[in-house]
Nanobody
Framework: QVQLVESGGGLVQPGGSLRLSCAVS????????MAWHRQTPGKQLEFVAL???????TYEGSVKGRFTCSREDAENVYYLQMDDLRPEDTAVYYC????????WGQGTQVTVSS
């Protein structure tokens, strides 16, 4: 059974940092990789970043240079390091494993506010 458990969200001031974690069980090396998405009320789900199984990272334009994807292979945990956070980054963030099927984490709230 595949499970994704997210953690690391919270409240942070503008300019601050957070690191989201997504612990994966049941899949050790997904075919396509791990993606991060976010959603705010009334808006569609938005792509944030992708880390392929080959280690290549792709970012949505507004987060490029501020967010970084990584993976701890030994623990099968993926991370999204978010620096220089802005109020418009406020959203619920979801991790998503893309294999033969797609699996989602439960989401974690990130609030950027002074």
């Amino acid at each position: 059974q595949v499970q994704l458990v997210e953690s690391g969200g919270g409240l942070v001031q503008p300019g601050g940092s957070l690191r989201l974690s997504c612990a994966v069980s049941g899949i050790s090396n997904p075919i396509y990789g791990m993606a991060w998405h976010r959603q705010t009320p009334g808006k569609q789900l938005e792509f944030v970043a992708l880390l392929t199984s080959g280690g290549v990272a792709t970012y949505e334009g507004s987060v490029k240079g501020r967010f970084t994807c990584s993976r701890e292979d030994a623990e099968n945990v993926y991370y999204l390091q978010m620096d220089d956070l802005r109020p418009e980054d406020t959203a619920v963030y979801y991790c998503k494993v893309v294999d033969v099927e797609t699996y989602w984490g439960q989401g974690t709230q990130v609030t950027v506010s002074s």
